[in-house]
């Protein structure tokens, strides 16, 4: 008997690390799985947007068969239809897909930081402060020395979002523990910079109200291409630090103290983030006006298609931004016949229906 009773229990502890490698293996294959799944994703959000990019830039009010906008595409120099597609609809087109880029991978970050998801640069004050500072440069005419005046608006608006982004920051190292604070603190900022707009537009002449009024609509058509190649540059240095903190931002959504467990400094984490949410929403918003609920829409529904691991979140609500901005400025173009509606109604009309089932589906 004596004898026996090893292999018995060697023949036990092998059936146990059996099944244990059986399972590591199924963990294994439903992780590949996963992945795979998400990587496809990823892929047909980037095709869905290189056909929408296509489409945008080849329908508006000037009619363009295939081949003459190929033509104009191949040959800049070429006539009038050249300078339609170089000058307006390419330009166009490439401002809604950064500025949706670097609106969603904003709102991304700042619902994970503040742990809300109603939380986006339009829903914080940002947005309002950067309409607040190109209000100061239309109406009041203050300029910075030594600046293009063609640069003035944007240049302003972006200080005035960057100071926004600047006193959340502040607020948030104050009460490091406590996001409701800085939620509540955005939510100031926005009634704050929306009484000081409606100010400067009550003392602004006409032609300076008019302008106002336009640009806190949100209108692509102030893109250029010195516009987009400063965007693009500031998405190039930003999102490489933004990939990089994707691990930690994974861990903070399993909670503060389990993040701080993993070894994650979550104070620094949200600072860091803040400073690239600003800069990106500061960037986007001063360069074509207020554009609400893309932050805010784009995040949810990278979250649904791709789960909280941060690796595929973060480009997921980059690349639902790009759609949805550009799909709003294809909608925005031909609506009307003839007539481009700023694209911050179209997205607030998209935004709103859904900002409200967010509310509704948090209050059950």
């Avoid at 190929?70 to 800049?76: E, Q, R, T």
């Avoid at 994707?246 to 979550?266: F, I, K, N, Q």
């Avoid at 074509?288 to 990278?302: D, N």
Wanted: charged share 10%; proline share 4%; hydrophobic share 55%.
């Amino acid at each position: 008997m004596f004898t026996e009773m090893p292999s018995v229990s060697s023949s036990t502890e092998a059936q146990k690390r059996e099944k244990i490698a059986q399972r590591l293996t199924g963990m294994r294959q439903s992780y590949a799985k996963l992945t795979h799944h998400r990587v496809v994703v990823l892929l047909v959000l980037g095709v869905l947007i290189l056909a929408s990019l296509l489409l945008d830039f080849s329908l508006g009010p000037a009619a363009l068969s295939p081949m003459q906008l190929v033509h104009a595409l191949l040959n800049p120099s070429s006539g009038m239809n050249a300078v339609i597609v170089w000058h307006i609809r390419l330009p166009y087109a490439l401002m809604a897909v950064l500025v949706g880029l670097a609106l969603g991978i904003s709102g991304g970050e700042m619902q994970t930081i503040l742990d809300n998801p109603l939380a986006s640069p339009f829903t914080l004050g940002v947005s309002a402060a950067a309409a607040f500072g190109a209000s100061l440069a239309i109406v009041l005419q203050w300029h910075l020395p030594y600046m293009p005046e063609t640069w003035m608006v944007p240049l302003e608006a972006f200080i005035f979002a960057v100071g926004s982004a600047v006193l959340l920051e502040l607020v948030a190292r104050v009460r490091a523990r406590s996001t409701t604070m800085v939620v509540l603190f955005g939510i100031a900022l926005v009634f704050t910079f929306h009484a000081l707009v409606s100010l400067m537009q009550f003392v602004a002449d006409e032609d300076a109200l008019q302008e106002l009024v336009f640009w806190t609509m949100g209108s692509l058509t102030r893109a250029s291409w010195g516009k987009i190649a400063v965007l693009a540059a500031g998405c190039l240095v930003v999102l490489p630090f933004c990939w990089r903190a994707a691990p930690a931002m994974t861990a903070l959504r399993l909670g503060e103290d389990r993040a701080a467990s993993y070894g994650v400094d979550v104070h620094r984490l949200r600072m860091m983030s803040l400073l690239r949410v600003s800069i990106l929403s500061a960037l986007a918003v001063s360069f074509v006006g207020t554009i609400g609920f893309v932050g805010l829409v784009a995040p949810h529904i990278a979250r649904r298609l791709l789960g909280e691991d941060h690796r595929f979140y973060l480009p997921g609500s980059a690349l639902c931004g790009c759609l949805i901005m550009s799909l709003s400025s294809i909608a925005a173009k031909n609506i009307m016949s003839g007539v481009v509606i700023p694209v911050g109604i179209v997205t607030a009309l998209v935004g709103i229906p859904f900002f409200l089932g967010v509310v509704l589906k948090r209050g059950r």
